[in-house]
């Protein structure tokens, strides 16, 4: 059974890859339209150095705004969850704030504190990725069931211990579905203001130097490694899940 | 003295239309370690009654004392259970039963809380399900699981909202004599919120029959049984007397 989940995605990945390569062949598309799997690996091998040294600069960036993004959200989610007027009254302006493509906002930040390349990617992956986290929260401890309270508070028990051991385990698993999402947002925020930034770094500065110099070779082999990175992130939140709220296990991913 | 005392209890909810008046001047006493039933018509006031002895609400007007004391917060002496036995899912059914514990008395040593979690559940014949999560427990196990998590603390009131409300009749039945058997091995005095007459019987030594919104005790009836309490005795001819003068009770609560 273990081997099984691990050879089908291999496999799968493969005929991808296969597919891609056969598409551009019979269409005889040439790098600029479409590059192909045998493109990339030539990329990697020129600019390995670049993709390690950019790579990390995404990766931790993304995970740092991300890290803000659960603090913040989860705050906030609280203090929706837990109030009822604060609910009313910030639920409209986050709904608001969220609706910005932020497209839009990145080319502001960017002036605003231009040439502060980490500040300015941290707060828009932060930005972009913090709202799926603040309404699961708040969704989760404003619709847990009275009795749940009840069993507690009838004890004299205060309202962090509460919190503690019944509102936030309860969850966990909204939460945890509500990462999986941030973590893609996280990444698409990180790479818009990399690429817009003038001499950024990161991947997308890789990606956008690439378009400068027409080596679309170049431009694909960053897609890709964003996607690894991406799917990268994705499992760990995954474990991370297996390990705090396995046991509202659905086999949703 | 009655251990628990509820002397001229009103209270209502604010809401749009204006306040609703649910408890009015309401009177009730149990004596200890008896078990009184409430019943009366579904809206007027029963779930509230619960919530203002455990000191989860206070009430508007009047007063609750539990062993002479006024009620004006919760307080560990209660335990509850509810229809939704609201057992946590992350937790083995032998660490949902410690949970109150962990509140009242967190610095018992985790044998001694073990031990007494264990002893509960074999009670109830559950021994076997420790080590369980909630889910894979029927219905009628996690009710009775939900009530040794109630007891495990060994409260004094032990207050009961239609714990068995949303199980079928047979399950019903047997958790009747489960409840039967576990206040004799560990007494408590207990109050219980059913609709369902012949439960209300069964198990309590007093049954009060509220009336409508807003609710007052409007009628009380005493419960004795010469013999111990079984299933047959619900269908002698005592037992059919008393159901029918309750179920005029609840037909006159209903009308006003
Ligand atoms: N927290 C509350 N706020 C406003 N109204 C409430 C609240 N709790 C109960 N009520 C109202 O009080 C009445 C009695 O409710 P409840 O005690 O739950 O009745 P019962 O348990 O007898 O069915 C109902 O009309 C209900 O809508
Ligand atoms: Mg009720």
């Known amino acids: ?253 | 003295m009655s251990l628990i005392k509820i002397r001229n209890v009103s209270h209502a909810f604010e809401s749009d239309d204006g306040p609703i008046k649910v408890l009015k001047n309401l009177d009730l006493s149990v004596e200890r370690d008896s078990l009184t039933a409430v019943v009366g018509p579904s809206g007027c006031g029963k779930s509230t009654l619960t919530r203002l002895i455990s000191g989860l609400l206070k009430p508007d007007r009047g007063e609750i004392f539990l062993e002479g004391e006024k009620v004006v917060s919760p307080r560990s002496n209660v335990g509850m259970a509810f229809q939704n036995p609201v057992l946590l899912e992350w937790r083995t059914i032998l660490d949902n039963i410690m949970l109150p514990l962990e509140i009242v008395a967190p610095k018992m040593p985790k044998k001694e809380k073990v031990g007494r979690a264990e002893r509960l559940l074999s009670l109830v014949g559950l021994a076997d399900f420790a080590g369980r999560r909630p889910s894979e427990l029927s219905g009628g196990m996690r009710q009775r699981a939900s009530l040794c998590r109630a007891i495990v603390h060994k409260p004094k009131v032990l207050i009961m909202d239609e714990p068995f409300g949303a199980l079928d009749a047979f399950t019903r039945e047997d958790l009747w004599q489960v409840l039967l058997d576990v206040k004799a091995e560990e007494p408590f005095t207990g109050l219980l919120i059913t609709h369902d007459l012949r439960e209300s019987i069964f198990l309590a030594d007093q049954v009060a029959v509220l009336s409508g919104r807003p609710a007052m005790t409007q009628y009380l009836m005493d419960v004795e049984f010469s013999e111990k309490r079984n299933i047959e005795l619900l269908f002698t001819a005592k037992s059919t007397a008393m159901l029918k003068e309750l179920r005029k009770q609840i037909r006159i609560a209903q009308a006003s």
């Open chain 1, 1 to 253: 059974m273990r081997l099984k989940r691990v050879f089908i995605p291999i496999v799968a990945t493969l005929l991808f890859l296969i597919f891609w390569e056969l598409v551009v062949w019979l269409n005889d598309w040439p790098n600029y339209k479409m590059a192909s799997p045998s493109d990339l690996g030539p990329a990697f091998l020129k600019y390995w150095e670049l993709f390690f040294i950019m790579g990390w600069q995404t990766l931790w960036r993304t995970v740092i705004g991300l890290l803000i993004s659960i603090l913040f959200g989860v705050l906030i989610g609280m203090v929706m969850g837990m109030s009822k007027t604060m609910r009313e009254a910030l639920y409209p302006l986050l709904v608001g704030f969220n609706a910005i493509p932020k497209a839009t906002v990145v080319p502001i930040v960017a002036l605003m504190f231009v040439g502060a390349h980490d500040f300015n990617t941290i707060l828009i992956a932060f930005m972009i990725s913090f709202f799926p986290i603040a309404v699961s929260i708040s969704i989760g401890l404003s619709t847990l069931e009275a009795e749940y309270r009840d069993i507690l508070r009838s004890l004299g028990a205060s309202d962090m211990t509460i919190f503690w051991k019944i509102a936030l385990p309860k969850t966990l698993p909204e939460f945890f579905g509500a990462l999986k999402v941030s973590v893609s947002l996280a990444f698409i925020g990180t790479n818009l203001m990399e690429i817009v930034s003038p001499h950024g770094r990161g991947l997308g500065a890789l990606f956008d130097s690439g378009k400068t110099n027409s080596d679309y070779p170049l431009m694909f082999a960053v897609l890709i490694t964003l996607a690894v990175l991406g799917i990268v992130l994705y499992y760990i939140v995954v474990l991370l899940e297996q390990t705090f709220a396995g046991w509202a296990e659905k086999e949703t991913y």
